[in-house]
């Protein structure tokens, strides 16, 4: 029984931040289509959160319980696939002002002004 930490469920705490990663990783799956910017910034901020949680996690798993490891992974799962859906929500978005930029300045604004149009 060396090296074994004994775990007592009364004295495990809720491990810190899950709640929030949970709840910032489901926020950026919603607000993926608000141009990209507000879903991946959500994302990213669940995914730093997650980070620091799934450290200290590691570093004594016994004082944390094990749900809220597991509100922490799937906040840490929502988070990947709501930056996912930000990112190419932002380059479908780049792609579509970069198109209409490209076809509007090859009209021949000039001709068009001098016709009477």
Same mark, same amino acid.
């Not at 906040?75 to 198109?99: D, E, M, P, R």
């Given at each position: 029984?060396?090296?074994?930490?004994?775990?007592?469920?009364?004295?495990?705490?809720?491990?810190?931040?899950?709640?929030?990663?949970?709840? &910032? %990783? @489901?926020?950026?799956? !919603?607000?993926?289509?608000?141009? /990209?910017?507000?879903? *991946?910034? &959500? %994302? @990213?901020?669940?995914? !730093?959160?997650?980070?620091?949680? /799934?450290?200290?996690? *590691?570093?004594?798993?016994?004082?944390?319980?094990?749900?809220?490891?597991?509100?922490?992974?799937?906040?840490?799962?929502?988070?990947?696939?709501?930056?996912?859906?930000?990112?190419?929500?932002?380059?479908?978005?780049?792609?579509?002002?970069?198109?209409?930029?490209?076809?509007?300045?090859?009209?021949?604004?000039?001709?068009?002004?001098?016709?009477?149009?």
């Amino acid at each position: 029984m060396e090296n074994q930490e004994v775990t007592n469920p009364i004295n495990q705490q809720s491990l810190p931040n899950s709640t929030g990663v949970l709840v &910032l %990783g @489901i926020l950026s799956i !919603v607000f993926c289509f608000c141009y /990209g910017i507000v879903g *991946a910034a &959500l %994302g @990213i901020v669940a995914l !730093v959160m997650a980070s620091k949680a /799934g450290k200290l996690y *590691a570093s004594s798993p016994g004082t944390y319980t094990e749900s809220s490891f597991k509100n922490m992974k799937a906040g840490k799962i929502c988070a990947i696939i709501g930056l996912c859906l930000s990112s190419l929500y932002l380059i479908y978005f780049i792609v579509i002002i970069s198109f209409y930029g490209a076809m509007f300045s090859a009209m021949p604004w000039g001709e068009m002004m001098n016709s009477g149009y």
